[in-house]
């Protein structure tokens, strides 16, 4: 597609439970990249990929978070047994390039009660 | 120490007058990317302007142009003839390394309020 489709747009977890959102890149884009906004403020890197291979996976909590990009699917992140304090913006971006502007997604809202 | 610096929390502009936001980064790599985006009370995350750090002459987009000074380490977005729908975050940042494969780097943000 034309631009990075993130669902489910809001997602509401009791504390404990698991969160799934996923992300489809933009068509022939090899980068996406994995933010978590918490406040309309602060962009938190979590992890990467080229392709189907983790590029840099540095900001993932891995105790909890874990991401996947397989061919011919959806990208997605997983948050096992989420904390409160998970509750944020999820922002999924991609890039054609690796030294290209990448395009965002619009998001997923995680609630976390 | 922060990559990207942008001392603007608020930025206030009258409709059709320019607005300059800054932005310093901080990086020993000499191969890097400078971006620009803007995010709306609607929450999305647009993509306005990129810089190279091999670029010569400054990016331009509309009415959106970045003022490069490589020695000083900043890359200042100017809007010029502001209009209402501008009033938004605007967030800087950075991607560096050899192709730039690292992750993006974003500042701390800026919000500007564009008055009638």
């Known amino acids: 597609g034309e631009e990075v489709a993130q669902t489910p747009k809001h997602l509401v977890r009791g504390e404990g439970q698991k969160a799934k959102l996923y992300c489809a890149p933009i068509k022939g884009h090899s980068y996406v990249f994995w933010y978590q906004q918490v406040l309309k403020n602060e962009f938190k890197f979590l992890i990467s990929?080229?392709?189907?291979?983790?590029?840099?996976e540095t900001g993932m909590p891995k105790e909890r978070f874990s991401a996947k990009c397989l061919p011919n699917s959806p990208c997605s992140l997983e948050i096992q047994a989420t904390k409160l304090e998970d509750s944020a913006v999820y922002f999924c971006?991609?890039?054609?390039?690796?030294?290209?502007?990448?395009?965002f997604g619009q998001g997923t809202r995680l609630t976390v009660v | 120490a922060q990559k990207i610096t942008q001392t603007q929390p608020g930025m206030f502009v009258q409709e059709k007058e320019a607005v300059t936001l800054d932005c310093t980064y901080d990086?020993?790599?000499?191969?890097?990317?400078l971006f620009w985006y803007k995010q709306p009370s609607s929450g999305e995350m647009i993509f306005l302007i990129y810089q190279g750090s091999y670029d010569q002459q400054n990016a331009t987009e509309g009415r959106y142009s970045l003022n490069f000074q490589k020695a000083r380490k900043s890359a200042n977005l100017v809007i010029s003839a502001s209009q209402l729908g501008d009033s938004a975050m605007y967030f800087c940042?950075?991607?560096?390394?050899?192709?730039?494969?690292?992750?993006?780097?974003f500042g701390p943000g800026t919000r500007l309020s564009v008055l009638p």
């Open positions: 990929f080229q392709n189907e291979n983790v590029f840099d």
């Open positions: 940042a950075m991607r560096e390394g050899r192709n730039y494969g690292q992750n993006f780097v």
């Open positions: 971006a991609s890039s054609q390039i690796s030294y290209g502007e990448a395009f």
């Open positions: 990086t020993s790599d000499p191969s890097y990317g």
